[in-house]
Every structure is written in structure tokens, then in C-alpha cells.
Nanobody
Framework: QVQLVESGGGSVQPGGSLRLSCAAS????????MAWYRQGSGNERELVAV???????NYADSVKGRFTIFRDFALRTVYLQMNSLKPEDTAVYYC??????????WGQGTQVTVSS
């Protein structure tokens, strides 16, 4: 029943921008913290940005000032606006939905590649 569908990934040059989307279904969206994680080749999966059910936002230091996370409750969608992209941002980006005390849900991931 639960589905997180990501879109918006692709290839871009350094300094470019992309917007990722994650459409959620099968969960009480308003009660979930929504987050974006990423995993580069050979690296551990890391938290990029999170927006809580109450609107609190946190970013990884590496993306602060460049990325913006926001959510649309009507569309049940969370977004990640990525600006000033760097090669080190290259990774598979995963949408995550979490509720305290429950196992989180994950999307399938979308590839972001930043190269000249």
C-alpha cells in the first residue's frame, strides 16, 4: 500500500540545478517526517535534508545554503531543490518517510550526476 515515487533526477553540469520530487501514498502524510538521503558510489547512505511533520528543517552541512527541502501537503509531495550543484553531489537520492517508533519507508532512488 505504501508508495514513495521519486522523480527529477538526471545529469547536470557543475553549478546547475535540479528539483527532486517524492510523491507519497498509503501513509498519513501529515504525520510523517520526510527526508532525502543520498548514497554515492562506495559511500554510506547519508541524510541530506529533513522536514518534520511540524515543519522543522535540518540540512547536512555539505548542502546548507545550496539545497532547499519543502513539502506540499495537498499534493502529498516532498521536494528537494538543489542549486549550485557540485560533482560531490553525485549520488543516488532516496526519499524517506519516518514516524517515531515505526520502521521508515523508502523510495527506489533517483540518480543525480554532476559532471563537466
Amino acid at each position: 500500500q505504501v508508495q514513495l515515487v521519486e522523480s527529477g533526477g538526471g545529469s547536470v553540469q557543475p553549478g546547475g540545478s535540479l528539483r527532486l520530487s517524492c510523491a507519497a501514498s498509503g501513509i498519513a502524510f501529515t504525520y510523517y517526517d520526510m527526508a532525502w538521503y543520498r548514497q554515492g558510489s562506495g559511500n554510506e547512505r547519508e541524510l541530506v535534508a529533513v522536514i518534520s511533520s511540524g515543519g522543522r528543517i535540518n540540512y547536512a552541512d555539505s548542502v546548507k545554503g545550496r539545497f532547499t527541502i519543502f513539502r506540499d501537503f495537498a499534493l502529498r509531495t516532498v521536494y528537494l531543490q538543489m542549486n549550485s550543484l557540485k560533482p560531490e553531489d553525485t549520488a543516488v537520492y532516496y526519499c524517506n518517510a519516518a514516524r517515531l517508533g515505526q520502521r521508515p519507508y523508502w523510495g527506489q532512488g533517483t540518480q543525480v550526476t554532476v559532471s563537466s
